[in-house]
DNA sequence: GTAAAACCTCAAGCTAACTAGAGGTCAAGA
DNA sequence: TCTTGACCTCTAGTTAGCTTGAGGTTTTAC
């Protein structure tokens, strides 16, 4: 409950967890990525600023859009300052992984029509079907696991 | 080199691997999944019929489709007799992870929508962002990591 | 016959994004 | 004051799809 009272004080780790929808362990390893920042008490517990909540939000979003962790660091670092996302950086940032989603629903479209095309054919030729040869490269991310890459 | 000698002759795992583009030891892994089948020699070498670089191929392209080998491996069992896949056998496969592939682009069109629609918002709100609170499994699959999935 | 190349098994490592658990400290309510 | 719950760090485990390496055997070419 937000009262005049705390309405300014810092968030703990279980309060950011239960507003945010993410697990405390998930909070400790954003943090160890360099995703968010915590100020310490005196007690060495983790005390949060109330912008730590839309930075956690922005990555949830940024990860349903299948965007990698580290790329999702990556862009918040280049963020001036490393502040807190605004509506403005929000909006570059939503911008660019949109193109990205483009280029991968492409990607899987192409795919699927040719996949199409060859029903039925069956060859599966190392030199002729268009399947195994598409020189493309699908950009669906993958972590260790290498889907859709070209062999 | 294929001769009136060795055409009959089973293949080697290097032979496999080179003809194939996978790696010896994917080929090993394959196996211990049971996507592969071998016969030993009396050295307990690998020995391979041709129909599996048939088999192997088949694994190839449904990796690019964004199959797991775990279903490829149900996939490859379904058939009768547990044989090489022929070309209705594939045409009946191909169908099918057409379909799929068909539901991961509609899932992720309607995400990059949702992003459009969003873009320049900037609220991302837990309670009221579409981005956030869309009730929709994304079914990009993904190993480990659990991206796109519902929070 | 011998040496090199290819093969064998088994265990461990890699990535991503976390979770689970052990063992201990801190904070808040009764 | 005491007890409970929340917090701390660190290590290890999870999944997928492999690769790398160690240590040893087999096949092949000269």
Redesign the pocket.
């Known amino acids: 409950m937000i009262t005049p009272e705390n309405l300014h004080k810092e968030l ?4 950011v ?1 239960a507003r945010s929808g ?5 909070l ?3 943090e160890s ?1 360099g995703l968010i920042k ?1 100020n ?7 005390r949060y600023p109330r912008e730590v909540l839309r930075r956690v939000a922005l ?1 949830k979003v940024a ?1 349903r859009l299948g ?6 660091g990556e862009a918040l670092k280049s963020l001036p300052d490393n502040r807190a996302p605004t509506a403005a950086d929000w909006k570059m940032l939503s911008a660019q992984w949109s193109r990205e989603l483009d280029e991968r629903i492409n990607q899987l479209t192409l795919l699927r029509d040719r996949l199409n095309g060859c029903i039925g054919c069956g060859c599966l030729s190392m030199e002729a079907c268009p399947l195994r040869n598409a020189g493309d490269v699908l950009g669906e991310r ?6 859709l890459e070209p062999t």
Chains 1, 2 share one sequence.
């Open positions: 703990t780790v279980g309060q967890a993410v697990a405390v362990t998930a400790h390893f954003y990525k915590s310490r008490n005196q007690g060495n517990q983790r990555i990860q965007i990698p962790l580290a790329e999702i993958g972590p260790g696991a290498h889907w």
